[in-house]
């Protein structure tokens, strides 16, 4: 497993952007694929976003297609997911995991290891 640390979130207006990061200590964090996934309060996780372990394959779903950006930076073992035109639905505890695999997968069950999760709030 993977030790994550997500920062990043915040209160913001519908419209505002903000950016995710996914901090790793692990050298190793280049040999994981990572993905984001939210749960807003009362619902169901789901997947947000995910890339592969060189950066070079990235998958969203259709929720946030266009407006996010999954992005890695292997050298500071980080993940950054960049949200533009948040709305209120997209309020929710953000949270990056990783998986000891070349594939992204939209299945929580998929990844071990798992964040504590950040806090987004995007009032109307």
């Known amino acids: 497993q993977v030790q994550l640390i997500e920062s990043g979130g915040r209160l913001v207006q519908t419209g505002d952007s903000l950016r995710l990061s996914c901090a790793s200590s692990e050298r190793t964090f280049g040999d994981w694929t990572v993905s984001w996934f939210r749960q807003a309060p009362e619902g169901e996780r789901e997947f947000v976003a995910g890339?592969?372990?060189?950066?070079?394959?990235?998958d969203y779903s259709n929720a946030v297609k266009g407006r996010f950006t999954i992005t890695r930076d292997n050298t500071r073992n980080t993940a950054y997911l960049q949200m533009n035109s948040l709305n209120p639905d997209d309020t929710a505890v953000y949270s990056c995991a990783a998986r000891d695999s070349q594939y992204i997968s939209s299945n929580p069950d998929a990844y071990r290891s798992w964040g504590q999760g950040t806090q987004v709030t995007v009032s109307s």
């Open positions: 890339i592969s372990r060189d950066g070079h394959s990235t």
